[in-house]
């Protein structure tokens, strides 16, 4: 007995040392995970653009690269033409003057002259094929170098499109980081406005609950022994739970006047059994009888006015016992009802 006095002496004086730092913590994990996930999504996002876009930018540098080579065949094609042509206008005009000169050699040249005449038509006929083969390479060359043109613009769209996005992802990091200050700012600023409430509630309740030994103070948590509040294997408060919840409840509703609605607070109630198994057609396991007994809490706390929206049960079975081991000393304390007020 003089070491459970010492337990609960050395709880009490260390309940305001550390009351709400395990909240705070938790809550700024949540925040800064919250801020990382929307970081991270962000980041994806902008990614996924600055991907595409590049992809968009590698598949027109190919199409240009295949169009600059066509252009350059098409203009060999066009070089070679011209040369075609410039060969045959050459062979030409040599042929319109050797049938100008037969021509005035007389009758006897007839012979040769004609087949002149013949060799000039063969030419003018394939000079005005390499002609019409000129100009259709050209065409397309016209038409290559406009397609190129406009790559290349599509191109520079793209390049400054990219620019913008990026720009748009650094501006959404500035943002998220400045989001992520303010959050930390307001969450600190109503963290500090609870702890100074809870400290409140938790003096009234010691003074409520100066005379009672079977009620402890274990970190932030005001422990109820089972046995206070339930019969063995039962989850329907005593008379003498009853009284206890009753002067829980009233300062509760007292406090709920205080706290201002801006601060989402909440009063958690947790069961807890100890190690040894239990199996009833009404509890098949401790889970089931650890959840009903602080649902029985809960209820009990709505029928005498504390709001319902601010309550939360929960039931952990044998798997977060306060001692070790199965002396009865340990397992008496690991029965038990944690009530905690906390923000959500």
Do not use: C
Not at 29 to 39: A, E, G, I, K, Q
Not at 161 to 167: T, V
Not at 311 to 324: K, N, S, T
């Amino acid at each position: 007995m003089a070491r459970g006095r010492s337990r609960r002496g050395g709880s009490a004086e260390n309940a305001n040392a550390w009351p709400g730092y395990v909240d705070v913590l938790s809550t700024l994990l949540l925040v800064v995970t919250f801020l990382m996930s929307l970081f991270m999504i962000a980041q994806y996002f902008a990614a996924q653009e600055a991907g595409s876009k590049d992809s968009a930018l590698k598949k027109l540098t190919r199409q240009i690269s295949e169009l600059t080579s066509i252009l350059s065949l098409e203009k060999g094609k066009a070089k070679a033409a011209e040369d075609d042509l410039s060969a045959l206008q050459a062979s030409l005009a040599a042929l319109k003057a050797e049938n100008a000169a037969l021509a005035g050699a007389g009758s006897g040249a007839d012979d040769k002259a004609k087949a002149a005449d013949a060799q000039i038509a063969a030419l003018s006929q394939n000079l005005e094929a390499e002609k019409t083969m000129s100009k259709e390479v050209l065409s397309k060359v016209d038409i290559l170098n406009a397609q190129l043109l406009e790559l290349r613009r599509q191109m520079a769209a793209l390049n400054e499109a990219l620019g913008a996005s990026e720009k748009k992802a650094d501006d959404s990091d500035k943002t998220i980081k400045d989001l992520g200050t303010r959050l930390n700012a307001a969450l600190a600023r109503e963290v500090q406005e609870l702890q100074r409430y809870r400290s409140d509630f938790f003096g009234r309740l010691r003074e409520l609950l100066k005379d009672r030994k079977d009620i402890r103070v274990v970190g932030d948590r005001f422990v109820f022994e089972s046995e206070v509040l339930f019969a063995s294997g039962a989850a329907t408060l005593t008379p003498e739970g009853l009284a206890a919840m009753d002067q829980m409840a009233a300062a509760i509703v007292e406090l709920e006047k205080q706290i201002p609605k801006e601060i989402d607070w909440a009063l958690q109630i947790d069961g807890h059994t100890d190690a040894r198994p239990i199996s009833s057609a009404q509890f098949p396991s401790n889970w089931e009888l650890s959840t009903a007994r602080s649902s029985s809490v809960v209820k009990y706390m709505i029928a005498r006015g504390v709001p319902a929206n601010r309550l939360v049960a929960a039931g952990y079975g044998e798997f977060r016992p306060l001692e070790g081991g199965t002396s009865d000393d340990a397992l008496q304390k690991n029965r038990r009802i944690e009530l905690k007020l906390t923000n959500r």
